[in-house]
């Protein structure tokens, strides 16, 4: 079988194996891949030319107005074996030579999203949107709430496009970045150019906060284009996982339009450890045994101290919880290809070092339930604060400390 998307046609599959599953959301959920530049910006890390970046948008769709969805490549053949390169070298590594990636997983997954939907014309009518599968061409009528997704250190945005299609079907416009010379492969589709990463040390502080300031500037930027503007009602979260975590509490301090923050399983870096970031709430979400009573991680407890000791500490709402069975890379779309790649689960030393015990679907269910009860209350649509106030019997596996 054949489909259209990205302006190429690609054979899908011969079985279901590889693709992420839609998501049982109220709204399904639409991409398009973005090329921004700032053109009054140089890049930080290579002064030759403009600042450029790479994102996907993920848009809610009314299930009565998705009138047909299509498969899509999760990345293209190009990076996914730049990935691989990466991934082989990386899991060799933390199963200490125990177990191998399993070779061509990501050029073989696919996603499955709404490419042909009902919208309006100007006299009210409805016509059919018939794209190339990436939405394009469909102007929302109405601001959608907005979260800006970071991704961990070195890493693809690509690698949190599952886990971004789960909360836009919670029905918010999703936005992943890529941070070029940081983020590990970064593709321009407009003139074949590849970036890769690596250019910050990760053993140099000053190298790490140069790198948090730079996604700062990058999450500011992206959100001008947007149309996000200050001193205006904004509807903006910033959730991250591992370093991208750090960088939406940097983006957030410095950027009034970003109403809360969320750190998925990520150590604290840079001003806000002696900062904080109250009063607008914020969320620590951490992977079974990350948290502030760990004895190495004192960048949380640093982080909590300084939010809870500012002026604003009495209204300050910080809360911290745990995901039981989940490692690191849990928390973002590694649980999924676990669940849907055949023999990944049965490959007990990637259970142990990279997935978890808790299956990719209920990581998913559970991220999309908490996030998008944390973005109601953060950006003040709610009257509570939903499954964040306490224990909760349909998630035992989060515990609150």
């Not at 053949?77 to 990386?90: G, H, K, P, W, Y």
């Not at 399993?102 to 499955?112: C, I």
């Not at 009034?256 to 998925?264: D, K, Q, Y």
Request: charged letters at 20%; proline letters at 6%.
């Amino acid at each position: 079988m054949l489909v259209v998307a990205g302006g190429g046609i690609f054979k899908l599959p011969a079985a279901a194996a590889g693709v992420f599953p839609e998501p049982p959301t109220p709204f399904q959920v639409k991409w398009e891949s973005l090329e921004l530049t700032d053109v009054n910006r140089m890049d930080p890390y290579n002064a030759t030319h403009p600042r450029r970046l790479m994102i996907s948008k993920f848009s809610p769709v009314p299930r009565p107005a998705c009138l047909g969805t299509c498969r899509v490549p999760y990345m293209s053949q190009r990076v996914a074996s730049a990935e691989e390169d990466l991934l082989d070298l990386f899991v060799d590594y933390i199963s200490q030579g125990k177990t191998k990636w399993p070779r061509g997983a990501l050029a073989e997954s696919w996603m499955q999203v709404c490419c042909k939907e009902v919208t309006k014309d100007r006299n009210n009518n409805s016509v059919y949107d018939d794209d190339d599968g990436h939405g394009h061409g469909h102007v929302p009528q109405k601001k959608l709430p907005t979260v800006l997704f970071g991704s961990g250190f070195n890493i693809s945005r690509l690698f949190y496009s599952g886990t971004a299609q789960h909360l836009a079907g919670m029905g918010y416009e999703v936005i992943t970045m890529d941070h070029p010379y940081e983020s590990n492969v970064v593709e321009f589709p407009s003139d074949g150019t590849v970036i890769l990463g690596g250019r910050p040390d990760p053993a140099n502080t000053s190298a790490l906060e140069f790198a948090l300031n730079v996604r700062a500037a990058d999450a500011r930027f992206v959100l001008d284009t947007l149309g996000f503007y200050p001193q205006r009602n904004n509807t903006v979260v910033h959730i991250g996982h591992s370093f991208g975590g750090a960088a939406a509490a940097v983006a957030m301090a410095a950027d009034s339009r970003i109403a809360g923050g969320v750190n998925l399983d990520g150590s604290m870096f840079g001003s806000v450890l002696s900062t904080g970031v109250a009063p607008r709430p914020f969320l620590l979400l951490g992977s079974e045994g990350h948290n502030s009573s760990t004895p190495t991680e004192t960048s949380w407890r640093q982080f909590i101290n300084s939010t809870r000791r500012r002026p604003h500490g009495e209204k300050a709402w910080l809360k911290e919880v745990n995901l039981a069975g989940s490692l690191h890379w849990s928390l973002h779309d590694f649980s999924i290809f676990a669940d849907v790649t055949p023999g990944l689960r049965a490959n007990e030393d990637l259970v142990t070092f990279f997935f978890g015990r808790i299956l990719g679907s209920r990581v998913m269910e559970i991220l999309r339930e908490y996030l998008s009860d944390f973005v109601e209350f953060a950006l003040g649509r709610s009257g509570n604060e939903g499954l964040l106030v306490g224990p909760s019997q349909r998630f035992p596996e989060i515990s609150f400390l």
